[in-house]
């Protein structure tokens, strides 16, 4: 059974920092895309990274470039989102999700991915 569980949100000060997890069970990493979205109240949920676990090669929004950071630990099956520089303009509820495929796809698009996780909640105050 395939499960993304992230982890890690909360409430922050602007100018702050947070690491999302999203621990992964039930396929094999190694022929997956793993990507972070977000939706805002009121907001389509959007696209803010992405990382092809086989290849490393990580994707990002440019609202989102400079500041966060996506990674993997292989060992844990994890993934992360380490978010700096928070903004009032970040807080949203963040979700990670998945996909076998790891070309040709376009990774900004929610319907290239067949997996959510439930979403943590990330406020940044101002």
């Known amino acids: 059974q395939v499960q993304l569980v992230e982890s890690g949100g909360g409430t922050v000060q602007t100018g702050g920092s947070l690491r999302l997890s999203c621990a992964t069970s039930?396929?094999?990493?190694?022929?997956?895309?793993i990507g972070w979205f977000r939706q805002a109240p009121g907001k389509e949920r959007e696209f803010v990274a992405a990382i092809n676990w086989r290849s490393g090669n990580t994707y990002y929004a440019d609202s989102v470039k400079g500041r966060f950071t996506i990674s993997r630990d292989n060992a844990k099956n994890t993934v992360y989102l380490q978010m700096n520089s928070l903004k009032p303009e970040d807080t949203a509820v963040y979700y990670c999700a998945a996909t076998p495929k790891t070309y040709g796809g376009n990774w900004s698009f929610r319907a290239e991915y067949d997996y959510w996780g439930q979403g943590t909640q990330v406020t940044v105050s101002s």
């Open positions: 039930g396929f094999t990493l190694d022929y997956h895309t």
